[in-house]
């Protein structure tokens, strides 16, 4: 394994490299960017950018700045280099997870979502997926044989605890939580909290804080 | 105003008011918490807890510890101090906008959801939501009558940038980015991203870090 990247690195490249998508897209493969540009764009100052592009040890470097399609996949496969390939369920098929079911943001990259699980089997009856969906009584016997390492929990606040704790003795190792539920889990078990009202709370503590508001 | 409570405290103090709540839902009203149970359950130091704390100015100190649900409504009113009330709007109801106009998180909190938009009329008109549901063409004035602060994001990718600069314009102070577009926008409209792909980046990321994995 190459040197480790530092975490907050880590999270500034995942940022960068969607980043760098975005700009691909829109301004073709020719596209370069300056790390003053991305400066601008993302707030991290130009030493953070280069310093963090720096752990790539790989030259993206272009006249007038980094080769951005170059820059990307190189971000893109050392993360991958660095975390390898993983298999994801949804646990949860309500709305939320409905929504999620087709959430196309899994091609080409490292995650892939293999299966959904819900306490309802009518549930996992009407709707239609990419990928199989269980009962919540499959769910040990399913994560053990497909090696599903992340899961994304998208079910009723009231069974949210409870669930993330029955995903970890089956040998989850990371929970994407969308409940607002504050998940209290083994140390060796990675959460993620996605909540739209900690996000609020976010903005407003942030606007709070550079005092634009009372 | 009170002393500004710096931004890193601010997000956890968010955090704890969370992890307090949901302690006080299930050990009840007189239930106490040590800094060194906080410290296991977040992660934080029991220092940092401290410190964080000690920024409300307020003794929510008991036998044993702090009273949970007199530290949690501390936090809380503490924070509605300094962010105020806030309006917010949902736009994009398509599976992701239809799961969030159902999210109940927002009941007691500093924000509430009050109105809706989607370009197509057939979705505005279809859904059923406990606030009102325009098209896209009424959301300047929307907005500008509601006073609304904050909107949370959740259209097509193809449309995300575009639609965030209409909102930047509209006066939306923050956005809570469901798409995973990396939003471009000017420097004092704040954004928070809510992805799961970057989410499930960052667990990898992280066990990366800590050598759990290649």
Same mark, same amino acid.
Do not use: H
């Given at each position: 394994?190459? +040197?480790?990247?530092?975490?907050?690195?880590?999270? $500034?490249?995942?940022? *960068?490299?969607?980043?760098?998508?975005?700009? =691909?897209?829109?301004?073709?493969?020719?596209?370069?960017?300056?790390?003053?540009?991305?400066?601008?764009?993302?707030?991290? +100052?130009?030493? /953070?950018? $280069?310093?963090?592009?720096?752990? *790539?040890? =790989?030259?993206?470097?272009?006249?007038?700045?980094?080769?951005?399609? &170059?820059?990307?996949? +190189?971000?893109?496969?050392?993360?991958?280099?660095?975390?390898?390939?993983?298999?994801?369920?949804?646990?949860?098929?309500?709305?939320?997870?409905?929504?999620?079911?087709?959430?196309?943001?899994?091609?080409? +990259?490292?995650?892939?979502?293999?299966?959904?699980?819900?306490?309802?089997?009518?549930? /996992?009856?009407?709707?239609? =997926?990419?990928?199989?969906?269980? /009962?919540?009584?499959?769910?040990?016997?399913?994560?053990?044989?497909?090696?599903?390492?992340? =899961?994304?929990?998208?079910?009723?606040?009231?069974?949210?605890?409870?669930?993330?704790?029955?995903?970890?003795?089956?040998?989850?190792?990371?929970?994407?939580?969308?409940?607002?539920?504050? &998940?209290?889990?083994?140390?060796?078990?990675?959460?993620?909290?996605?909540?739209?009202?900690?996000?609020?709370?976010?903005?407003?503590?942030?606007?709070?804080?550079?005092?634009?508001?009372?």
């Amino acid at each position: 394994m190459k +040197t480790e990247i530092p975490k907050p690195t880590l999270a $500034r490249l995942v940022k *960068l490299s969607r980043l760098l998508e975005q700009i =691909a897209n829109t301004e073709g493969e020719n596209a370069v960017i300056s790390s003053t540009e991305i400066e601008k764009l993302t707030g991290w +100052t130009r030493d /953070t950018v $280069r310093r963090d592009i720096s752990f *790539l040890n =790989a030259s993206c470097a272009k006249a007038g700045g980094y080769d951005v399609l &170059l820059l990307k996949q +190189t971000i893109q496969s050392r993360i991958a280099v660095q975390t390898g390939e993983a298999k994801c369920c949804l646990v949860g098929l309500g709305r939320l997870g409905e929504a999620l079911i087709n959430y196309g943001g899994f091609d080409g +990259t490292a995650f892939s979502l293999v299966a959904g699980f819900d306490s309802s089997v009518n549930r /996992t009856e009407i709707l239609s =997926a990419p990928f199989p969906l269980y /009962t919540t009584t499959k769910m040990q016997a399913v994560i053990a044989a497909q090696n599903i390492e992340y =899961a994304i929990l998208a079910v009723p606040s009231s069974a949210a605890q409870s669930t993330a704790q029955k995903l970890a003795e089956y040998g989850i190792k990371g929970i994407v939580n969308f409940t607002p539920v504050v &998940l209290s889990l083994p140390a060796n078990i990675k959460i993620e909290n996605v909540s739209v009202l900690d996000a609020l709370q976010k903005l407003a503590a942030e606007r709070a804080v550079l005092g634009e508001k009372k």
